[in-house]
């Protein structure tokens, strides 16, 4: 299990770019599988972007592949979300999420540990 802390969520115009990171504790953040979600207003929860744990594989939902880019460091126990050419259909909160699983791509219920989540706002 890992404690996960978003930040970095703000208020940008489109076209603009943001960075979130999310901060893991435990000895075991190599070990997950490392996403990103996210939550629009009256919207289901939907997939981002996901990472394995060593980098070698990444996976991006069609509407941020070539804009978003997934990253980890786990020296650091972080992980990032560059989020360039910003829309306003990207607002949402987004959330940071773990899978302690042996395969990937880990299903969505394997995701069991989940960051508070981060405000971002893009303006028109």
């Known amino acids: 299990q890992v404690q996960l802390v978003e930040s970095g969520g703000g208020l940008v115009q489109a076209g603009g770019s943001l960075r979130l990171s999310c901060a893991a504790s435990?000895?075991?953040?190599?070990?997950?599988?490392m996403a990103w979600f996210r939550q629009a207003p009256g919207k289901e929860r939907e997939f981002v972007a996901a990472?394995?744990?060593?980098?070698?594989?990444?996976d991006y939902a069609n509407s941020v592949k070539g804009r978003f880019t997934i990253s980890r460091d786990n020296a650091e126990n972080t992980v990032s979300l560059q989020m360039d050419s910003l829309k306003p259909e990207d607002t949402a909160v987004y959330y940071c999420?773990?899978?302690?699983?042996?395969?990937?791509?880990?299903?969505?219920?394997?995701?069991?540990?989940w960051g508070q989540g981060t405000q971002v706002t893009v303006s028109s």
């Open positions: 990472i394995s744990w060593n980098g070698g594989s990444l």
């Open positions: 435990g000895r075991t953040f190599s070990r997950h599988v």
């Open positions: 999420a773990a899978a302690y699983v042996t395969g990937y791509p880990p299903r969505l219920d394997q995701y069991g540990d």
